[in-house]
């Protein structure tokens, strides 16, 4: 009786638990549509939300130019920005449990320097060749710059913290050769490199869209598919091979996923940073660590940081526009100090 009983009861706490996550998911979407919405609607040519509606589905609309403006110039600079910050979210939260370092972000252990290095040469060094191919260049140089981390950091399980200095030695070390790089390339090619680095979304067309599209759409589900892997691997690898998990594959496997994610963002946006760092975090406060919760969490968070950063960086200080890349950057770096601090004290 009392074991029926307790099965009850974590059977009651199990539909609990993901109740509560699913009133979460709605809540950041409901923000995130406002967002979406108001960064649609405002800013040098404001746009009434019923044009906006009207020009969504190909509706007349009261203003001849709305859906110039909504679908041409706005809609798809909104959409890539909410896919950054979805990819760029998991990917950090696979990374912080793949490593089990919560300071861990593609940004932050040089994941993102490697695909900025990679991404650079190719503006710089051909840029004749279409922009269609920067998001597998990017991919090559973070999948390249992840193994060198592992190899060098190893798994983070005696030390989390090594991992983590040893990410950022060598993004300062690929911050060195980026540099070299746009000093040796035309200023024309240089130029779009160095607006590209500061992590902005502005200027994008429906071609980068569809570009960085087919990478989160087949990516976020396969993190998500795997996400119990990841808890598993989270008990450390004795654990997990006693419990018949095959360590090594499931570590590539996901340490593959995220790197994918991370690469096609950043070679679509350039580098946003900390977003990967943040959107776990907060989203781990909300529904807790088990991983089938808190991706899904984290990618919604994630994609409302970067379209609130964007929106911001495009209406405050009109009509100078900041990248949304800085704002992040001004938002996560203060935050990183805080988990240093705490993380320093336990």
């Not at 709605?26 to 406002?34: E, K, N, Y």
């Not at 695909?115 to 004749?128: K, M, N, Q, R, Y």
């Not at 406060?285 to 379209?307: D, F, K, T, W």
């Amino acid at each position: 009786m009392i074991t029926i009983q307790n099965s009850k009861f974590k059977i009651q706490n199990l539909i609990l638990g993901k109740e509560s996550v699913t009133r979460v998911l709605l809540v950041v979407l409901l923000i995130t549509l406002a967002v979406l919405g108001m960064s649609l609607s405002l800013g040098d040519y404001p746009v009434l939300p019923v044009d906006i509606v009207k020009a969504v589905l190909s509706l007349p609309t009261l203003d001849p130019e709305s859906p110039f403006v909504v679908i041409t110039l706005r809609l798809p600079r909104v959409l890539i920005s909410w896919l950054v910050g979805v990819g760029l979210a998991v990917s950090g939260a696979i990374l912080q449990g793949l490593t089990r370092n919560p300071l861990a972000d593609p940004g932050i252990v040089g994941v993102n320097a490697g695909a900025a290095f990679a991404a650079v040469t190719l503006i710089v060094l051909f840029p004749t060749v279409p922009t269609m191919y920067l998001p597998f260049a990017a991919f090559g140089g973070a999948f390249a710059m992840a193994c060198l981390i592992y190899l060098l950091g190893g798994t983070g399980e005696k030390s989390p913290l090594r991992l983590v200095l040893v990410g950022v030695a060598l993004a300062a070390i690929m911050g060195a050769f980026t540099t070299l790089m746009l000093t040796f390339g035309q200023i024309n090619d240089v130029s779009r490199a160095l607006v590209w680095l500061a992590g902005s979304v502005a200027g994008k067309s429906w071609e980068q869209v569809w570009q960085l599209l087919p990478w989160i759409v087949i990516f976020v589900p396969l993190a998500l598919l795997l996400a119990r892997e990841l808890d598993t691997l989270q008990l450390g690898d004795a654990i997990a091979k006693g419990l018949g998990s095959r360590v090594t594959w499931q570590r590539s496997k996901l340490l593959l996923v995220s790197v994918a994610l991370a690469g096609s963002s950043v070679a679509i946006a350039g580098t946003i940073g900390f977003v990967g760092l943040m959107a776990p975090h907060v989203a781990r406060r909300l529904v807790g660590s088990i991983h089938q919760n808190l991706l899904p969490v984290a990618a919604l968070i994630g994609g409302l940081l970067v379209a609130a950063a964007d929106f911001l960086g495009r209406t405050m200080f009109s009509p100078t526009e900041l990248p949304c890349g800085l704002l992040t950057a001004a938002l996560g770096a203060p935050y990183f100090i805080y988990l240093m601090y705490q993380k320093r004290r336990r």
